[in-house]
Nanobody, 121 residues
């Protein structure tokens, strides 16, 4: 199983970006999917998560500006980021709780490789 994150880039403050995260390989089902970020010199922090049924949760710092979504048919998750601020600059990582087959013990959490988001002032 691999998670591939994409969509990062350089944007001016107030701009928007849409991140994508796609799971490939032996994927039977995906439970929660989430996004985290890590700024230089800081620890990785939670950004948003979405359950398989579509329930969402956000960090206070992004609520109202970011929207997490998913397409279960494509094994993909997305993070729409609007009204970006310089403090949103970080490497963004996706993760997913994936079952590889019908057996319960095939469940693991996987991480994508990260995609850089830079917001200029």
């Amino acid at each position: 199983v691999q998670l591939q994150a994409s969509g990062g880039g350089l944007v001016q403050a107030g701009g928007s970006l849409r991140l994508s995260c796609t799971a490939s390989g032996m994927v039977y089902s995906i439970n929660d999917m989430g996004w985290y970020r890590q700024a230089p010199g800081k620890e990785r922090e939670f950004v948003a998560t979405i359950t398989s049924s579509g329930l969402t949760r956000y960090a206070d710092s992004v609520r109202g500006r970011f929207i997490i979504s998913r397409d279960n048919a494509k094994n993909a998750g997305y993070l729409q980021m609007d009204s970006l601020k310089p403090e949103d600059t970080a490497v963004y990582y996706c993760n997913a709780d994936i079952r590889r087959n019908i057996l319960p013990n095939s469940r693991s959490v996987y991480w994508g490789q990260g995609t850089q988001v830079t917001v200029s002032s």
